[in-house]
């Protein structure tokens, strides 16, 4: 947290002597005079925001009664100096809170270690730790090896991260300047990212990180390895961690072992791993913990831990649970935590958690109906994508034809042509990816605003008007669109429905944005459309519904795009052939099996050499790299 000078995390231990000497604010504001009144009588002194002064009785009540235990006769109990619950964390206290009032950076009563923690920075920007914490909102999906040189490569002062990691959707780190922290300020928005969206950078001034002021020292870690000595059960491979940060060994040493710690509780993992792997039985609960990011190593260090009690403790997410989902348990504990609240029924409840753990058998000490699944240890491995389907050769023929004409047409400068290929009813519809970033920077921005996609547009009146009707408006549309090149070799067919009447398919692949210049965007996109058509003429096809998707390209896709040489425009000249040329178009054609407008490029291209041209059909054909329009006749 880093509001009003204060960067304590709202889990972080350490914020809560800074408001033992305010409890009773709120709306009840005679508890506050009613209190001072007492400590006078007593002979006490009145501490301030933070002021030095001897802890009262009160203090010491208050340290017992809010750490939460698993005793269940205590927790019902009114508790007058407790801190409220409040969802969402919205009331005065928490305001109070994040807004850093009450505690300053001086010793306040209880405060154990004085000012231990920092001071509050003194505003306007600056940090008087001389620290600050660089967050990348969306961070998660870039790559740490893509997203640190694109830093580094526009930050105009040289700097080495600190503490890198990955919170939610964010990603965070460190830095120790404060002519680096202005220079990664002037970054945000200055990269572009693979899907055309700019990365933002926010910088503000922050604590030192939680690893330079919450290591354990040499000496502290032996006792917290006796500690945890005494707290193992090697009959059951059991080890109880239950409120931990009260265990009287190590509170009469004055060491803090704080569990939602990143390095504390690395501390402990490796006294697992080094002493006890064969661990099957944890108990965190009661130790504040509101994250599980820092357990994943759990699943490589304990691999044969079954059961983990995590409850009392601030897990606001079953999403958590993601981070811990390779351990194999059968029993888990997560009652009283926030994340409980959030399902609309027990049902829900054990699905959620049972789509992280199949084999769990006990949840919250209740017994799961048994699983049902495949008990596969074996990786598998999923099988390539097949190639197109189309049902018979007769459909295959009629539909490689009629893509090879509309598409032609389509990437052509004039699309008007394709009014021929739409029925007077027809509509069309454009779809693009729900995103709840800004689609104006994005790739796809051209087509964002004429979406269809129902998850975003509500308003059925818009629905409609989105919908292009009839052949007129329909090819208009086109004709608005960004002029394209497609690659007919990355073209995938599909059969969904073939009666006499009629014939719906989907085609997908991959195309290029073509500038006025002629000259193609970097950025490749992929489409997947959907036709439903009906026979026209002898032996053609009429659109009566079309609908269009556009996404970005995968790195797979763009890889593999426009590898196989494009067709010859049929509008393109042909230049006259000699009596031997012809004569050995005609014998490629009949070896090949291409079509002759194919064959005359193949040999074209490796400068009428027959056994040269014969050598890469071979290999193409091989490497699947020629597409099927190649052999329509």
């Known amino acids: 947290m880093a509001d009003s000078g204060h960067y304590y995390n709202e889990h972080d231990d350490r914020t809560a002597p800074q408001f033992r000497n305010r409890k009773g604010r709120g709306s009840h504001k005679g508890r506050s005079y009613e209190r001072s009144r007492r400590d006078r009588q007593r002979g006490g002194h009145s501490v301030g925001f933070g002021g030095p002064g001897p802890r009262s009785s009160l203090d010491d009540i208050d340290v017992t009664m809010s750490d939460s235990s698993q005793d269940n006769s205590s927790q019902h109990r009114f508790n007058p100096y407790g801190r409220p619950f409040r969802k969402g964390g919205d009331g005065r206290f928490d305001r109070d809170r994040r807004q850093g009032k009450g505690g300053g950076g001086g010793r306040g009563g209880g405060f154990r270690g004085g000012d231990r923690g920092g001071a509050g920075n003194g505003g306007g920007g600056r940090s008087r730790s001389g620290w600050f914490k660089v967050t990348i909102p969306h961070g998660r999906k870039y790559d740490k090896k893509w997203l640190l040189p694109a830093l580094q490569s526009i930050c105009t002062v040289p700097y080495s991260p600190v503490q890198y990691h990955v919170e939610h959707s964010r990603v965070h780190f460190y830095v120790d300047d404060s002519s680096v922290a202005t220079a990664l300020h002037k970054c945000s928005h200055k ?146 935590n ?46 390539p994508c097949k190639g197109s389907c189309f049902g018979s050769d007769e459909i295959k023929v009629l539909i490689l034809r009629f893509l090879a004409q509309y598409y032609s047409i389509y990437d052509s400068g004039n699309r008007q042509p394709l009014l021929d290929a739409y029925h007077d009813g027809a ?63 990355s073209l995938n067919v599909d059969v969904n429905t073939f009666t006499n009447t009629l014939l719906s398919f989907t085609v997908s692949g991959v195309f290029k944005e073509v500038a006025v210049d002629g000259k193609s965007r970097e950025s490749t996109m992929a489409f997947s459309r959907v036709f439903v058509t009906v026979p026209a003429g002898n032996s053609g096809l009429c659109i009566v519904n079309d609908q269009l998707f556009i996404r970005m390209a995968t790195t797979e896709e763009i890889r593999r795009a426009f590898v196989a040489p494009a067709p010859t425009p049929s509008s393109s000249p042909v230049p006259t052939l000699t009596a031997p040329q012809q004569e050995m178009l005609t014998a490629f054609s009949q070896k090949s099996g291409m079509n002759l407008e194919w064959s005359q490029k193949c040999l074209q291209d490796n400068e009428w050499d027959f056994n040269r041209a014969a050598q890469v059909f071979t290999q193409l054909k091989t490497d699947g790299k020629i597409p099927d329009v190649a052999f329509l006749k």
């Not at 870690?221 to 009260?246: P, V, W, Y």
């Not at 402990?268 to 108990?283: C, D, F, M, S």
């Not at 059961?307 to 009392?312: E, F, G, K, V």
Request: aromatic content about 6%; hydrophobic content about 35%; some cysteine.
């Open 191 to 336: 990269i572009t990212d693979t899907d055309g969206y700019k990365v933002e950078v926010h910088v503000n001034p922050s604590a030192p990180p939680s690893f330079l002021i919450t290591e354990l020292k040499p000496e502290h870690l032996e006792h917290l390895r006796q500690c945890m000595a005494k707290r193992f059960d090697g009959s059951q491979q059991a080890l109880d961690l239950n409120n931990i940060r009260t265990d009287p060994d190590l509170v009469s040493q004055n060491i803090e072992v704080i569990l939602n710690r990143k390095t504390n509780m690395e501390a402990v993992i490796k006294i697992i791993e080094e002493n006890i792997p064969e661990l099957t039985g944890l108990n965190l609960s009661n130790n504040r913990i509101y994250k599980l990011d820092d357990l994943t190593d759990l699943v490589s260090k304990a691999p044969n831990l079954k059961t983990i009690n995590l409850s009392h403790n601030e897990l606001k997410s079953d999403r958590e649970l993601d981070k811990i989902k390779g351990l194999k348990l059968v029993e888990l504990w997560l009652n009283r």
């Open 338 to 383: 926030p994340l409980c609240d959030f399902f609309k029924d027990q049902a829900s409840y054990i699905s959620a958690v049972r789509q992280r753990f199949p084999r769990l058998l006990k949840l919250d000490g209740h017994d799961l109906p048994p699983p049902i699944g495949f008990d596969v240890e074996t990786p598998t491995v999923i099988p």
């Open 427 to 489: 509509s069309l519809s454009l779809t693009t990816p729900y995103t709840t970033q800004n689609p104006s920077r994005s790739s796809l921005g051209e087509y964002h605003k004429d979406t269809r996609n129902l998850k975003r547009i509500k308003d059925t009146t818009v629905r409609f008007r989105l919908l292009k009707h009839t052949r007129l408006n329909v090819v208009a549309f086109l004709n608005e669109l960004p002029k394209t090149q497609h690659d007919i070799a």
